[in-house]
């Protein structure tokens, strides 16, 4: 079967660093998306990983270990518009996890 | 332009009525979707067109008619719908239909009464 697992909540400081978990399982992978989601709002693609290892884009990064069904998304000098919901996410086609929903504190 | 645009932002319709959502791209993406995302859930699968074919449906319920003119509009027809459809409705577009990033764009708010 398939199933995505992440935190439901967390806080952070503004200015700290936070890392948010996922685990899966599934038979056909393609590759670990996230994406990020502001309440209200559609969600916009943050990274993809197909390989193993750490892909770093400015403040975010996401890493990726396939043999233990492993991504974490790390989002480093918070700020206050990082508040909002991540999603981990597995192909084919897009299975979306429940989303961590992100608050950033003063 | 890296824009998926949707029409209308909202709707309301009654469960004997007939709308239709509107989506649209020019981003030359040939895969087209339709998400379904109710409040505090992640974006559920229910439509995949692949250059202008139908290639996935998530078992979505007949009163969901998707349709895709062309490669650049992806519609949802919408009838005899109940009041659990009211959701946000997504749209999103790819390349192709394989793995890579989606593009979405900002949904349609449905309330069902």
């Known amino acids: 079967g398939q199933n995505i697992d992440q935190p439901t909540e967390m806080t952070a400081t503004e200015g700290a660093i936070v890392q948010i978990n996922c685990t899966y399982q599934t038979s056909g992978f393609n590759g670990l998306f996230w994406y990020q989601q502001h309440a209200g709002e559609a969600p916009t693609f943050l990274s993809y990983n197909v390989l193993d290892g750490l892909e770093e884009k400015g403040r975010f990064s996401s890493f990726l270990s396939r043999s233990k069904g492993y991504s974490y998304l790390l989002l480093k000098e918070l700020q206050m518009k990082d508040s909002a919901s991540y999603l981990c996410a597995f192909h084919t086609p897009l299975v979306f996890g429940k989303g961590t929903r992100l608050s950033v504190i003063a | 332009d890296t824009e998926v645009t949707q029409t209308p932002k909202h709707l309301v319709m009654g469960m004997t009525n007939k709308k239709s959502l509107k989506c649209e791209q020019h981003m030359g993406h040939r895969a087209m979707y339709w998400y379904k995302q109710k409040a505090k859930k992640p974006p559920e699968l229910m439509f995949v067109y692949s250059y202008e074919k139908l290639s996935i449906n998530e078992s979505v319920p007949s009163r969901f008619s998707p349709e895709c003119p062309n490669s650049s509009l992806l519609n949802l027809h919408l009838h005899a719908l109940q009041p659990e459809d009211s959701a946000l409705y997504l749209c999103?577009?790819?390349?192709?239909?394989?793995?890579?990033?989606?593009?979405f764009g900002p949904g349609t708010r449905l309330t069902v009464t």
């Open positions: 999103a577009s790819s390349q192709v239909s394989g793995p890579g990033e989606q593009y």
